[in-house]
Each structure stands twice: as C-alpha cells, then as structure tokens.
C-alpha cells in the first residue's frame, strides 16, 4: 500500500520561512516524478513545484518562483519543499504527489499517488 504522508505545516509571519517533508513508502520513489501542490478553499489544487526522478529538473508556478525550492532524497524515500519569504497569499493546505515517470517534471494535475495535506498559514 502506497502511503504519502506530509509533516512541516504550521503557523508562520509573513517573510518567514518552513520546510515541507512528505514521506513516501510502498514504492520506490526514485522511480516516481513528484511535486508539490497547494489548495484553498473554494478554488481549484494547483501545482507549485515538480521535480524529475532524479532530482535533476524542476519547475515552479510563477508565484513561488525564487522563494521555494522542491528536493527529494531518494535514499530517504523523502521530497521536500523549502519555503523562504512566505506572503499571507501562500496560505493554503499543501499536497504532495508523486508519479511514475521515467524522465522530466509532470507539469499536469495527473498524480497517481497524493499525500493528504498540510496546513501552511502565514500571518501578515
């Protein structure tokens, strides 16, 4: 059984800073595409970050580009997400994601395998 189990969330001031893990087990995850998605209430889970298998390529939506970085240890099994100089707008509950791919990001919302979320709040 695949599990996808997100820790890190929390309370934070604006221009702060967290690190998201999301542990995976149940599947090799050196073989998986994963990424990192986000949602509020009332709209649609968009995509923040995606990183290849390897860890060797990675894309960021707009809004996080320069602030947040996406990383994984393959040998933990873990993907990260490192958040610097959060705005109250990053406010949303995260979902990471992984899929299997054998090379480049998954820029889509097709994810086989989701994690079920951590709270990220930024005060302003």
């Known amino acids: 059984q695949v599990h996808l189990v997100e820790s890190g969330g929390g309370l934070v001031q604006a221009g702060g800073s967290l690190r998201l893990s999301c542990a995976v087990s149940?599947?090799?995850?050196?073989?998986?595409?994963a990424a990192w998605f986000r949602q509020v209430p009332g709209k649609e889970r968009d995509i923040v970050a995606a990183?290849?298998?390897?860890?060797?390529?990675?894309n960021y939506a707009d809004s996080v580009k320069g602030r947040f970085a996406i990383s994984r240890d393959n040998a933990k099994n873990t993907v990260y997400l490192h958040m610097n100089s959060l705005k109250p707008e990053d406010t949303a509950v995260y979902y990471c994601?992984?899929?299997?791919?054998?090379?480049?990001?998954?820029?889509?919302?097709?994810?086989?395998?989701w994690g079920q979320g951590t709270q990220v709040t930024v005060s302003s």
């Open positions: 994601a992984a899929e299997y791919k054998l090379s480049g990001v998954n820029w889509s919302g097709e994810y086989e395998h």
């Open positions: 149940g599947i090799t995850l050196s073989r998986y595409a």
């Open positions: 990183i290849s298998r390897n860890g060797g390529t990675s």
